[in-house]
């Protein structure tokens, strides 16, 4: 537990009412029964949120249950400490931020407390995820239909604080029109549920609390028809128009007033949420998709107002910026490939949804004939596919992270982000606005909701130079057009930081002082979330800017060559530049961080493999975005001068199991495997080399000795007293066996040449030549039976070729080096000539597509990586070239489990083992989905990572292993994957190599 420190980069100094915060903690600590957080580190972590702003909390509390909730907002009261309730934290105004106690529900408080499927109604925790509440619907029929696109992290107590909207308001509305009652908790610490006016108590606080802003909003009943903007995405200030029933805002069907409304995007200023009651929808059961295609943006935003005649349930945008970086990421390319016609400079995403599927189809073609009417034929791909649908939504819903996966210091920034206007007027704002953006020399990307004139624009700026200054400018004159065009400023997103300021501006003083008195009414003494929608600070102040003139980075000489994250983008053409003035090759390993953009896709646990970590422990220090968090801060000094050999750095990566989940997964391309390669280099400079550490580093200098000796490793196996007591020194895990090494395949297999027309190189690693020899032989057999001369790794007299992975992991990089520059000089002669390497562990295999990249090699490593293929890949590539003859019979099983290596899934090398195991006659295949196996090269092996190993483990994989077919065949291409299988389920998995020697005919 640490005090508040005066650092400028991490927040102001503490008010001064503020009581020493150690005594706040201790207290924290004494009686809560969740988690307590004081160490600056955790506070770090969570001074940031999506947007561009960072506040360091006085400390975060974790309740673990309602009494702790309770608890937690008493004792901050009694200490005199602002509350700021948070969930996901993907705010992107700066609401989620601020010095205060940081309250995380997203923990414990997920629970899903009442259902009424007759109702159509469900009451939950502020917690629960959106995703999870929707699958936990859909047997049901229902859903929760405010589908924002964050909907695999963010929280119903965020939305509900910050009036979320999402991608079919058009049909659904907000989320005020949505949320039939809140239970809250008060700053004075009563508690009352929060609901329709007609049905409160006849007396007590909330009743007192509903009669006194009636009264308000009565006073102030002009201004409201006057200027509360006449659109449906407006989110600014305090819905006084709740009471307004001359003028009934379509929150209820029946237009009756709702106290709730006045709690739904008050971002947690006025009361902390317990539990909310949801209004649901049916589930529809048909949705069709058209992609209409335009070749201007300009058409694009000047139709949509034709196209929502037609009744669509979804209206989205996607810009060219948006569409060129989607092509340069290797998950998204397939997806928006099928989806143009040409090169269009914007696309639409109209979506059709309801209970026929012919009415669908009907109103698709309508769309077609709407277009050509409009003068653009032929403009609409049609996705009728429920697959392909979801695809292409998955690559819209990605947009922020996709916008902000721009290399360099200018990124989009929001902060006029998502102002709406009426759709007449759409076309000739976003023109103006463009103007706008190009008189400061910048330019916008834009996307979301065309079909509700709300989209989210970022222009393009460096907030370290000049972003500050072009901000304000670019706000100002922002204003103008929405106010000129009678819209909203805030139309989706909040208020927070970066629009509170103009909420008075928005709608008047006579309003403002109207919120104002409401934020007294509830909260007195100002202890929730403080300086958010009333008495905010400057959306430009510098003191709350995560990166600003101020920010520096620390000196340090990173071990791979970062440059490539250094280029300068030119925000009007979009062309990348060479290494610009933040320069020099060191500092791309902090940019390279800095990509994270706090958005929180990691959270998710609905597909891919991130985070595996976070999956098991939901500890924001074990996510993707909290390891980031941390690099960031020790890189900019914020954490003490250790750099990355800190406590907190090992700390944060402690439970990274480098499975390169995010290198995919996350649209930005964090790559945390490979910051912690850094850090654990660092770390070894410092600290020097665990036993351990060696004993990992130098499995392939031991691996030829400890073949010889495999009998003795097997004896001390078989005492158990013995074993223990050689792994407790080691520091390995007591209940993990150690690796069975078998005879030396490639000085078995030397002169042992089939000619053959074609030639192909096989990279027999370590783990395939010394441990599982079988696989080898099987590969080159079927290799050679596909008419191929095959290669190996390895000449008379010399010691096989290593990748360097097992030095990389253990921190020894400049051994990982000299591995890598002996196995490219010995295979570049072969790859000159035109021969592919081909292996068959992915770990090993793909660091050469992969590390061997950021070496310094230049043109060697990259035609390397060019010419490196898994061994299923290399056989799809043939077969599709016609050059692969085999003949394969049927085997002994009737279907197969896959589990992919994580690197596969990373490096999308899934889709070829999938392909190739459909080759043999009569087996059904079947892809686990699955994160980690857990087991992650020695990670599984350490003694204090076994049990987590073990949970991710228990996460989908040994479970789905577990319910397979006994005369299933499971197949696994990576050595420590199928170690753990057959450690968590007594089932033998085999390399797909294998599996096709059995069905050679």
Not at 316 to 331: F, G, Q, W
Not at 364 to 374: G, I, N, P, S, V
């Amino acid at each position: 537990m640490t005090s508040l420190k005066d650092n400028s980069r991490a927040g102001r100094a503490p008010d001064a009412r503020i009581k020493p915060v150690t005594d706040l903690a201790a207290r924290l600590s004494r009686e809560l029964e969740g988690e307590v957080l004081f160490d600056d580190a955790s506070r770090g972590r969570y001074s940031t949120d999506a947007s561009i702003y960072q506040v360091t909390p006085v400390g975060v509390a974790i309740p673990r249950h309602q009494q702790d909730l309770a608890l937690a907002l008493e004792i901050a009261r009694d200490a005199g400490v602002p509350v700021l309730a948070r969930g996901a934290g993907t705010s992107q105004c700066g609401q989620t931020v601020g010095e205060a106690l940081v309250i995380d529900s997203t923990r414990w408080l997920d629970e899903i407390v009442e259902f009424d499927p007759e109702a159509r109604t469900v009451v939950v925790e502020p917690g629960v995820v959106l995703d999870h509440l929707n699958a936990w619907l859909k047997p049901h029929g229902l859903w929760y239909p405010v589908d924002v696109s964050t909907s695999a992290q963010c929280t119903i107590g965020g939305m509900a604080g910050n009036n979320s909207c999402g991608s079919r308001s058009i049909r659904y509305g907000n989320m005020v029109h949505n949320v039939l009652g809140v239970d809250a908790l008060l700053a004075g610490g009563s508690e009352g549920h929060f609901g329709f006016v007609d049905q409160l108590p006849a007396s007590g606080r909330v009743r007192e609390l509903a009669e006194r802003v009636k009264a308000i909003a009565e006073g102030v009943a002009p201004e409201i028809r006057e200027h509360f903007p006449k659109v449906l995405r407006r989110v600014g200030g305090y819905n006084l128009d709740l009471f307004d029933c001359q003028n009934p805002k379509p929150y209820d069907p029946d237009a009756r007033v709702n106290l709730a409304h006045l709690l739904v995007g008050s971002e947690g200023t006025l009361a902390v949420s317990r539990r909310i009651t949801l209004r649901l929808s049916p589930l529809p059961e048909h949705k069709v998709l058209g992609v209409v295609n335009f070749p201007t943006f300009y058409q694009a935003m000047d139709l949509t107002q034709h196209i929502v005649t037609l009744d669509p349930s979804a209206v989205e945008l996607v810009d060219r910026t948006m569409i060129d970086l989607s092509l340069e990421n290797p998950a998204f390319r397939p997806v928006i490939e099928k989806a143009l016609t040409g090169r269009p400079e914007a696309v639409l995403l109209v979506e059709f949804a309801g209970e026929e599927r012919e009415a669908q189809l009907a109103s698709l073609e309508r769309l077609h004939e709407l277009m050509a009417d409009l003068g653009l034929p032929e403009s609409v791909v049609a996705m009728p596919a429920p697959a392909e649908q979801q695809a292409l939504w998955n690559v819209r819903k990605a947009g922020l992270n996709i916008m902000m996966s721009m290399k360099g210091d200018g990124k989009p920034v929001s902060f006029i982000e998502d102002c709406a206007v009426p759709l007449e007027h759409l076309a000739e704002y976003t023109d103006r606005l463009t103007d706008v953006f190009h008189r400061h020399g910048t330019e916008g990307t834009w996307y979301a909701h065309a079909s509700v004139g709300t989209l989210h624009v970022r222009p393009i700026l460096d907030m370290r130079r000049d972003g500050a200054e072009k901000m304000r400018e670019i706000a100002e004159q922002a204003s103008a057009l929405v106010r000129e065009y009678k819209g909203a400023y805030s139309g989706e997103h909040g208020d927070g930081l970066c629009r509170g300021e103009w909420v008075a501006w928005q709608f008047g003083p006579s309003l403002n002082d109207a919120f104002k008195e409401v934020k007294r009414l509830f909260d007195p003494e100002n202890l929730l979330n403080p300086g958010k929608i009333v008495d905010t600070p400057r959306m430009d102040d510098e003191r709350y800017f995560r990166f600003s003139k101020g920010y520096r980075r620390i000196p340090l000489t990173p071990v791979f060559d970062w440059s490539g994250w250094n280029l300068t983008r030119d925000p009007l053409t979009g062309e990348q530049g060479e290494p610009g003035s933040a320069g020099d090759p060191t500092h791309g390993l902090a940019m390279a961080v800095e990509m994270c953009n706090n958005n929180g896709h990691c959270r998710k646990f609905d597909a891919g493999t991130m985070c595996p970590s976070y999956r098991i422990t939901r500890d924001e220090q074990h996510l993707t975005r909290g390891r980031a968090n941390t690099l960031r801060l020790v890189l900019s000094g914020q954490l003490g001068d250790e750099g990355l050999a800190s406590d907190d750095v090992k700390e944060a990566l402690d439970l990274c199991v480098s499975c390169k989940g995010c290198k995919r997964d996350c649209p930005t391309g964090v790559d945390m495997a490979k910051f912690k390669i850094e850090a654990r280099t660092a770390r070894v400079k410092a600290r020097g080399l665990s036993w351990r550490d060696r004993m990992v580093g130098e499995m392939p200098r031991y691996a030829p000795w400890a073949s010889r000796f495999s009998s003795l490793l097997g004896a001390v196996e078989r005492v158990p007293f013995l074993s223990r007591r050689v792994k407790a020194t080691l520091g390995l895990a007591a209940q993990r066996d150690f690796p069975r090494f078998c005879d030396n395949f490639l000085a078995e297999s030397q002169g042992e040449v089939v000619q053959a027309p074609r030639e192909v190189l096989l990279f027999v690693d370590t783990f395939n030549n010394y441990l599982e020899g079988e696989n080898a032989r099987a590969a080159k057999r079927v290799l050679e039976a596909a008419g191929y001369r095959v290669h190996l790794n390895v000449r008379q007299g010399e010691r096989p070729l290593c990748c360097g992975r097992t030095y990389l992991s253990s921190g020894q990089f400049d051994k990982a080096r000299l591995e890598a520059r002996r196995t490219l000089d010995h295979l570049m002669p072969h790859v000159r000539r035109g021969v592919a390497v081909v292996g068959l562990e992915p770990s090993c295999l793909l660091t050469m597509r992969d590390e061997f990249l950021q070496y310094g090699f230049g043109k060697e490593a990259e035609a390397l990586s060019g010419a490196a293929f898994l061994f299923e890949e290399f056989l799809v590539r043939a077969h599709v070239s016609g050059e692969l003859p085999l003949d394969l019979k049927p085997v002994d099983h009737p279907r197969a489990m896959l589990h992919g290596h994580c690197h596969q899934k990373a490096f999308d090398a899934v889709r070829p083992v999938e392909q190739v195991l459909s080759w043999i006659p009569g087996l059904e295949v079947e892809t686990i989905a699955s994160s980690c196996c857990g087991m992650a090269g020695s990670f599984g092996y350490e003694a204090e990572h076994y049990d987590a190993s073990m949970q991710m483990a228990e996460l989908s994989l040994l479970p789905a292993i577990r319910e397979a077919a006994e005369d299933a065949v499971l197949v696994a291409d990576g050595t420590s994957c199928r170690h753990q299988i057959r450690d968590g389920s007594g089932r033998e998995a085999l390399h797909v190599a294998r599996l096709l020697e059995r069905a050679l005919a």
